[in-house]
C-alpha cells in the first residue's frame, strides 16, 4: 500500500518538475534573468572599482570578496576533518590516545 | 625514495616551481592566476620536496607547527583585511571605497587590498595542502 503512495507521489513530484522545466528559458538566450546588468557593470567597471587588471582577481577579491573569505574557512574546516578523522591527539596528561 | 638522479632534479627544479608558485600569487591581479592557483604550485613543490626526500626531511624545512600558524591566521588575515574598511568608516571587506590607494592599473602594487588578500589566501592554500598530505603519509606508517 505505501509503495503505490510512494509511487503516486513521485509521478506527481515529476509531473511538476517537467511542467517547470518546459518553462525554463534556452540556454544561452540573452533575455534570460541570468543575463542582467551585473556582468556589464563588472565588464566596465572592474578596473575603475578595484585597479586590477586580472577581472577575475577583481571579482572573486573585491566584488565577492564574502564568497571568497568564506571558501577559504571551507579549507580550513576540511583540515579540522582530516585531523578529526585521522590525526592521533595526545590528551590532556600528555598519553598517546 | 634514494633514487640519485630524481633527487638532483627535484633539487634543481623545485627552487624554480616555488619561485613560479610566489609569482603566480602577487600577480594575481595582473595575470591569470591568483591566491588558488599559486597557493597549489607553492604547496606541490613542499610536497614534492616531501616525496622524494622523504617525510622527516621535508617536516625539517617547514614544521608542522608554522604549517598550523599559517593555516589559523590565513583566513583571519584574511577578515583583518576586511576590518579595514570597517576601521574606515565604510562596510566590511570595502576596497576602493575604504579609501584604500589603488595604484596605477598594470604595476605590482595596484588593486588595493587584493594583493595583500591574495598573499594570505595563497599561503593558506599552500599549507593546507601540505598539512593534508602530511596528515595522509603520517597515517599511513
Not at chain 2, 60 to 81: C, N, P
Request: charge should be negative; include cysteine; glycine fraction near 12%.
Amino acid at each position: 500500500m505505501s509503495n503505490k503512495i510512494a509511487i503516486a507521489l513521485l509521478v506527481c513530484i515529476g509531473v511538476v518538475v517537467l511542467l517547470a522545466i518546459s518553462e525554463l528559458p534556452l540556454y544561452g538566450s540573452p533575455d534570460t534573468p541570468a543575463q542582467n546588468y551585473v556582468a556589464e557593470r563588472y565588464i566596465e567597471g572592474a578596473l575603475s572599482d578595484t585597479g586590477a587588471l586580472n577581472m577575475v582577481a577583481a571579482i572573486v577579491i573585491d566584488y565577492r570578496a564574502y564568497d571568497t573569505l568564506i571558501e577559504t574557512t571551507v579549507l580550513f574546516t576540511a583540515i579540522i576533518a582530516v585531523f578529526l578523522v585521522l590525526k592521533k591527539g595526545t590528551d590532556r596528561k600528555g598519553e598517546h590516545k | 625514495m634514494t633514487d640519485f638522479v630524481l633527487k638532483r632534479m627535484v633539487a634543481l627544479v623545485l627552487p624554480f616551481v616555488q619561485m613560479l608558485g610566489f609569482y603566480v600569487i602577487f600577480h594575481g591581479h595582473l595575470s591569470p592566476g591568483g591566491s588558488f592557483s599559486g597557493g597549489i604550485i607553492t604547496g606541490l613543490s613542499l610536497i614534492a620536496f616531501s616525496l622524494v626526500f622523504g617525510l622527516e626531511r621535508g617536516q625539517e624545512k617547514v614544521s608542522e607547527r608554522m604549517m598550523s600558524l599559517v593555516e589559523s591566521f590565513g583566513a583571519l588575515w584574511y577578515g583583518a583585511m576586511g576590518l579595514v574598511g570597517v576601521l574606515r568608516g565604510t562596510t566590511f571587506l570595502m576596497n576602493k571605497g575604504a579609501g584604500v590607494p589603488l595604484g596605477e592599473p598594470g604595476k605590482l602594487y595596484s588593486g588595493g587590498l587584493i594583493l595583500l588578500i591574495t598573499l594570505g589566501v595563497g599561503l593558506k592554500v599552500a599549507s593546507t595542502v601540505v598539512t593534508l598530505f602530511v596528515a595522509l603519509m603520517e597515517e599511513e606508517e
